[in-house]
């Protein structure tokens, strides 16, 4: 167990631009979450995967969001013509179906400038 | 729709002196109820979770907490503080019809300092 990996830990960005974070999850866990945390704020649910499908998304995430699992594996999160408003933590977390485990990773912190 | 408040952003407490963190919950089924612990610049590590049976969950690192349905309240607590429990202290719950995303609903969180 490796536990779930997010890149990059950082990502400073200009407004405008496109970025893209990535989230390996623990290998045997086929559920996958997107989570995002502004300063002083609990982690607010962005989107769900189950194996390669996106079974759920939050109305936080606009159409500028996308989210993928290819292979019902690693995970990609891309914002497009980023905001400052889109500045936050971004977390992923992993689980077994029909287990409350979740692990979390370390998130990736997007600044937006 | 489920919603959780945490009484108290930040709460301060001597080493060795009793913790306690508040939390309310509201939610229309029964509910599967959660505390997460964030260091700095870290993610989220589970603590305790309560989701049936006994009522009072144990925990890592000596916390426990005691779901009260009649008061919709899941409260963290510590017998004694030690100086690595400072950290940010998340509550969460989620309810979970079977085959749902069991997303979580978490709280804005509590800031906990241990004064030497």
């Known amino acids: 167990d490796t536990g779930v990996s997010q890149n990059p830990r950082h990502k400073i960005t200009k407004r405008g631009q496109n970025v893209t974070f990535r989230c390996d999850p623990i290998s045997e866990h086929n559920r996958l979450y997107w ?30 969001f996308s989210a993928e699992r290819p292979k019902g594996s690693f995970s990609t999160l891309e ?3 980023t905001e400052q408003g889109d500045s936050a933590m971004y977390l992923c977390a992993s689980s077994l179906s029909q ?8 998130g990736t912190r997007l600044t937006v400038v | 729709a489920q919603s959780v408040t945490q009484l108290g952003s930040h709460v301060s407490v001597s080493e060795g002196a009793l913790v306690l963190l508040r939390c309310n919950y509201s ?13 700095p ?10 989701t049936t049976g006994a009522t009072l969950v144990k925990g890592i690192n000596g916390f426990e907490a ?6 919709t309240s899941f409260h963290l607590t510590k017998p004694s503080a030690h100086m690595s429990d400072a950290a940010e202290y998340f509550c969460a719950v989620s309810e979970s019809p ?19």
């Open chain 1, 79 to 81: 914002i497009q013509r």
């Open chain 1, 99 to 106: 287990n409350y485990g979740y692990t979390f990773g370390s």
């Open chain 1, 35 to 64: 989570y995002r945390q502004t300063l002083g704020q609990g982690p607010e649910f962005l989107t769900y995967f189950q194996n390669e499908a996106q079974l759920e998304k939050s109305r936080l995430l606009s159409d500028r």
């Open chain 2, 41 to 50: 610049n870290q993610g989220l590590q589970l603590l305790l979770k309560y």
């Open chain 2, 98 to 116: 079977s085959g749902s995303a069991r997303q979580l609903t978490f709280g804005s969180g509590t800031q906990l300092t241990v004064l030497p």
């Open chain 2, 66 to 71: 005691e779901f009260k349905k009649s008061e």
């Open chain 2, 27 to 39: 939610s229309s089924v029964p509910p599967y109820l959660f505390w997460y612990v964030q260091y």
